[in-house]
């Protein structure tokens, strides 16, 4: 009896030489009685050389063969072994493919654990697993693991990455520097990151982002002596769209991570109930350019399995496992790899290196040419790809929403993170002057401290309130002392520069530290019978309250100033407004008329533009929703950074207000209302100051004793056609509707997105059908014919971009873009280029549509609109899927260079043989302070996330004794104390650029600055 034959597999190993490689088939066999040769026999499929199979054989044989058919091409093959026959089938595959296997492990200086204990000693921690992994150590301890190992094993390469625990480290060892600078100058250990930390960028200002980089890079370079050239971002929950440019402003050249464009944990690991398996799901591969608004960019890896992809092969029961386990990533990644060329990340959170990763560098060699696998750094990987690459796939794709429950959670952490920002800024500014000017030296150490620390808060596991109580406690006062630090140095410059203003008299001196004029609020205190006037003497409106002075300052020059005289008078109070004649409660000045309804909760039944005579709202606005969550989500099993509803929602408008109060003053009118929903009493304030175009709004949550409940606030205001948009660090994008009301058991994914100071419903670009209507334009995919052929788009790309348009660039044989399984957020339009002739894309959707948009571009249209089936409401729904080409709205393009001209003025041009689009070009929006969470749902009701309580792990958790915890004895995380909350509405003709609202919500973020003068010398 011959050896029989059970199954062939074809794989895409390589044995013999670089010159002469061999395609390894593998055979698996079962003894027999005799030896026996085998045969393959296919077209272009032969035997390398001839094989005998021992008749002890058992398993699995690797058989070489001389494959001639072209690369891609699948051949039937026929295997003899003695009497035995088997049909297979033998894909030709390319040699020439290596994976770099980089060492590498997350740190997070602070989470459920204290900053103390993640770097040195782990206090209070047991060996036995139950409070974490027994594989995990502390930051001193895996620097120096990675650092002896590589000193030990000459084939062992690794990467380190954080300022938080570089500096301890290194301050505290400081003669494992040369160690650490040898092992960099051979190429065998690599400093990325070239930031301080990890931070989530899109929960921060600009100026943060850009010292975050600044202090990475200066510590990596200029202390430690390395070259940091990547940025090392791998667990940060999102990513503001303009981060890759201020990378690429700094001199870093890639960057690599592993959240942002398909949920938390990628194509192939589980984000909800089923792990999708297949990166082919992605629309792009892992390598890419990943650009910024600015149109900067840097080359991308995106980890399709996660940064901890690899780590799993340490628990390999032998090393033949872990080679095999290896191979099953390498065969997962490549079909997304954009060159010959992988990257395997071998660690995860805390880890030391990994027991294998060495031995398959070695044992792989020895067994294979193709593919290599390769102990490695980040630059290793990306020089290759490079190498073999000049130009990627260009991607301005909005790397958000990712843990929707960040934007919210701790929101006091998000709310002194915009006041330590704004004071930092307010104080680097006047103390420039006032150093200039010889009043004082400027405060470099104060302010040096001020940026550190929000550097350090900046990070994903802080400003992100993903941490436990005790780190919250202890974070706080980071925030505390930038904050205090800041306003020190802020109002120390800003007494010296007041000091030298000549004055006439006792005045008030009310300084802008904004580019442009404007108007604002102010108070100072003065005594009962003074008030002030401007330098002409006319008395200037204001209200005396409790020894305060409070009056709209006008006209106050950019980066300026503007003095009031102290003048006696008896300003008056804010006064009760005459009693309305119905139940309901209206305030007006000359732009708005407001009316709040006391019999549902006092929220607003009317805001009324009375310059246009229109209506902003459809329903209830200024209505507060609370909503009931999960502890932690029912399928993921995580809850502070999740939003996790459970569909039940109560809104205030159910219930009667305590009081609805209507006052009124030189400056302007006022709503005060009080009541209760849930488990929290509030008070809200509706303010129309005389002379302004916003309405401003204040709620405070007086008293809260629930637990896991979010709570909201709403303004239904559909406008026609219109988007959601809103600012980031440093831009203006589109953002996707959200779906605010779901069950996330259901559901997962609310679409929540984190805005820097505002948001609304508005149109960044625009395509204008003359007749047909007009279309805004949020978020794009642009579908190339083929692969090859998308960096030709880079300029249709980033115009698109500049525009506030992003973009994924996918091509006509890949997946498309818009599935909520797989995709973070969702696509409003598809940009097709090139015609049917060329594009696969462009025929099927013409195919599919009227015969009229194919004759419009046989006309000379060079771009024609097909619209879609459905109206984006209707089709935009829980677990959406709209990778059907007729769910978007598609524009074909003919000439991308004539577009990318086109775009200068953000609106498009095109033909729309049949049917319309509706545009009504007008925008309302809220400006914000310090609550970056917001939804704006398909109805057009704006939503702004104002706090949450969340009893999910680590809520709760305080490891050194004694345990803390709020005066009820609740959890930090509950946040059971009284908050207040800003915001303020705008509305009118045009779209954002046409309101200034950048320039509005940095008004709305950074006070006027008074003080009170006595006579100063010139």
């Given at each position: 009896m011959s050896v029989r034959l059970l199954s062939a597999e074809s794989t895409d190993l390589f044995v013999g030489s670089r010159d002469e490689p061999r395609q390894v088939l593998r055979v698996t066999v079962a003894r027999g009685e005799r030896d026996e040769p085998l045969e393959v026999r296919g077209e272009g499929v032969r035997l390398?050389?001839?094989?005998?199979?021992?008749?002890?054989?058992?398993?699995?044989?690797?058989?070489?063969?001389?494959?001639?058919?072209?690369?891609?091409?699948?051949?039937?093959?026929?295997?003899?072994?003695?009497?035995?026959?088997?049909?297979t089938a033998v894909t030709a595959e390319e040699p020439g493919w290596t994976m770099f296997m980089v060492s590498h492990f997350h740190y997070d200086p602070v989470w459920w654990n204290t900053q103390a204990a993640y770097t040195s000693p782990w206090e209070l921690l047991s060996g036995d697993a139950t409070t974490r992994p027994l594989w995990e150590r502390n930051a001193f301890a895996l620097v120096e693991a990675h650092i002896d190992l590589a000193l030990r094993d000459p084939d062992y390469r690794f990467v380190l990455a954080e300022v938080d625990y570089l500096k301890p480290f290194f301050d505290t060892h400081p003669e494992r520097r040369a160690d650490l600078r040898a092992l960099m100058t051979e190429g065998r250990a690599e400093l990325v990151g070239g930031t301080y930390n990890e931070p989530n960028t899109n929960l921060t200002g600009a100026e943060t982002t850009i010292r975050n980089?600044?202090?990475?890079?200066g510590y990596q370079r200029d202390i430690l002596g390395g070259d940091p050239r990547t940025a090392w971002q791998l667990d940060a929950f999102g990513h503001d769209p303009q981060f890759p440019g201020y990378l690429a402003a700094a001199g870093l050249t890639g960057s690599a991570w592993a959240r942002g464009p398909f949920h938390q944990w990628g194509p192939i690991s589980k984000n909800f109930k089923q792990a999708k398996n297949d990166a082919a799901l992605m629309q792009f591969p892992s390598e890419f350019e990943w650009i910024s608004p600015s149109g900067q960019g840097v080359l991308t890896h995106y980890m399709p399995a996660h940064y901890s992809a690899g780590w799993w092969m340490d628990s390999s029961p032998s090393l033949e496992a872990a080679c095999e386990a290896v191979y099953d990533l390498y065969r997962s990644l490549k079909p997304v790899?954009?060159?010959?060329?992988?990257?395997?990340?071998?660690?995860?959170?805390?880890?030391?290196?990994?027991?294998?990763?060495?031995?398959?560098?070695?044992?792989?060699?020895?067994?294979?040419?193709?593919?290599?696998?390769?102990?490695?750094?980040?630059?290793?990987?990306?020089?290759?790809?490079?190498?073999?690459r000049v130009a990627f796939s260009p991607?301005?794709?909005?790397?958000?929403?990712?843990?929707?429950?960040?934007?919210?959670?701790?929101?006091?952490?998000?709310?002194?993170?915009?006041?330590?920002?704004?004071?930092?800024?307010?104080?680097?500014?006047?103390?420039?002057?006032?150093?200039?000017?010889?009043?004082?030296?400027?405060?470099?150490?104060?302010?040096?401290?001020?940026?550190?620390?929000?550097?350090?808060?900046?990070?994903?596991?802080?400003?992100?309130?993903?941490?436990?109580?005790?780190?919250?406690?202890d974070l706080l006062t980071g925030w505390r002392e930038a904050h205090d630090l800041a306003a020190t140095a802020r109002d120390n410059a800003l007494d010296a520069l007041t000091g030298q203003i000549a004055l006439d008299g006792r005045s008030v001196v009310v300084t802008n530290t904004l580019p442009f004029a404007r108007d604002g609020l102010v108070s100072v205190p003065l005594p009962a019978g003074r008030t002030v006037a401007d330098l002409s003497g006319a008395p200037v409106p204001?209200?005396?309250?409790?020894?305060?002075?409070?009056?709209?300052?006008?006209?106050?020059?950019?980066m300026g100033w503007r003095s009031y005289r102290v003048v006696p008078g008896s300003p008056e109070p804010w006064q009760p407004a005459p009693l309305s004649r119905t139940p309901l409660v209206t305030i007006a000045n000359d732009r708005w008329q407001v009316t709040a309804d006391p019999a549902r909760g006092g929220a607003l039944v009317s805001i009324h533009d009375r310059a246009a005579d229109r209506e902003v709202l459809t329903g209830l606005g200024n209505e507060l929703r609370l909503y009931d969550e999960y502890p932690q989500h029912p399928d993921m099993g995580e809850g502070p950074w999740h939003l996790i509803p459970s569909g039940r929602v109560v809104g205030s408008a159910e219930a009667r207000a305590l009081t609805v109060i209507a006052e009124t003053s030189p400056i302007g009118r006022r709503l005060t209302v009080t009541g209760g929903v849930g488990e929290i009493a509030y008070e809200q304030t509706v303010t129309l100051l005389t002379g302004s175009d916003r309405i401003d709004f204040t709620t405070r949550v007086l008293d809260h004793t629930g637990a896991d409940r979010l709570l909201r606030v709403r303004f239904p205001a559909r406008v026609e056609g219109a988007l959601p948009v809103s600012d980031v660090a440093g831009a203006v994008v589109g953002r996707g509707f959200a779906l605010p009301d779901v069950?996330?058991?259901?559901?997962?994914?609310?679409?929540?997105?984190?805005?820097n100071t505002w948001f609304g419903l508005s149109a960044t670009a625009r395509v204008d059908l003359g007749e047909a209507g007009a279309r805004a334009l949020g978020v794009a995919e642009v579908v190339v014919p083929a692969l090859d052929d998308a960096p030709q788009a880079r300029d249709l790309v980033v115009a698109l971009a500049r525009a506030g348009v992003t973009a994924t660039t996918s091509s006509a044989d890949g997946t498309r873009y818009g599935w909520l399984d797989v995709d973070s957020n969702l696509p409003d339009v598809r940009i097709v280029l090139g015609g049917p002739d060329t594009n696969p894309v462009a025929a099927e959707l013409l195919d599919r549509a009227d015969d009229a948009y194919l004759e419009a571009l046989k006309s000379g249209a060079a771009r024609v609109?097909?619209?879609?089936?459905?109206?984006?409401?209707?089709?935009?729904?829980?677990?959406?899927?709209?990778?059907?080409?007729?769910?978007?709205?598609a524009l074909i393009v003919t000439d991308p260079a004539d577009l990318v001209a086109d775009l200068s003025d953000a609106v498009i041009e095109a033909v729309c043989p049949l049917g319309e689009e509706v545009l009504e070009d007008r925008t309302v929006a809220l400006l914000t302070y310090g609550l970056p969470g917001f939804a704006v749902d398909p109805s057009g009701a704006l939503h702004l996330s104002l706090m949450r309580s969340c009893t999910g792990w680590p809520s709760g958790i305080w490891l050194d004794p004694p345990h803390r915890?709020?005066?009820?004895?609740?959890?930090?995380?509950?946040?059971?104390?009284?908050?207040?909350?800003?915001?303020?509405?705008?509305?009118?003709?045009?779209?954002?650029?046409?309101?200034?609202?950048?320039?509005?919500?940095?008004?709305?973020i950074t006070p006027l600055l008074p003080r009170l003068v006595e006579d100063a010398q010139p």
């Open positions: 390398a050389e001839p094989l005998t199979v021992p008749a002890a054989a058992e398993g699995v044989v690797e058989v070489p063969l001389a494959v001639s058919a072209p690369p891609g091409t699948t051949v039937p093959c026929l295997l003899t072994l003695g009497e035995e026959r088997l049909e980089i600044v202090y990475g890079i790899a954009a060159t010959k060329n992988v990257l395997l990340p071998v660690g995860t959170d805390y880890t030391p290196p990994n027991k294998w990763i060495t031995d398959v560098h070695r044992t792989w060699a020895s067994r294979y040419v193709w593919p290599r696998f390769v102990c490695a750094t980040p630059r290793d990987f990306l020089d290759a790809v490079r190498a073999e991607q301005t794709r909005d790397m958000n929403p990712v843990y929707t429950g960040k934007d919210v959670s701790y929101i006091d952490t998000k709310q002194a993170q915009r006041a330590a920002e704004v004071a930092a800024l307010d104080a680097e500014r006047l103390s420039a002057f006032a150093s200039v000017l010889g009043l004082g030296r400027y405060p470099h150490a104060a302010l040096d401290k001020v940026w550190r620390q929000l550097a350090y808060g900046a990070h994903h596991d802080a400003i992100t309130g993903s941490e436990s109580d005790q780190v919250y406690i204001a209200v005396a309250e409790d020894g305060t002075l409070t009056f709209v300052a006008r006209d106050v020059p950019s069950d996330t058991a259901e559901h997962p994914w609310t679409l929540d997105n984190p805005a609109w097909v619209p879609a089936e459905r109206p984006l409401p209707e089709v935009w729904q829980p677990s959406a899927d709209l990778r059907d080409l007729r769910a978007l709205p915890a709020a005066p009820d004895g609740s959890a930090f995380q509950l946040q059971h104390w009284t908050h207040e909350f800003s915001y303020s509405l705008v509305s009118g003709d045009g779209d954002w650029r046409t309101l200034r609202l950048p320039a509005t919500a940095q008004e709305h």
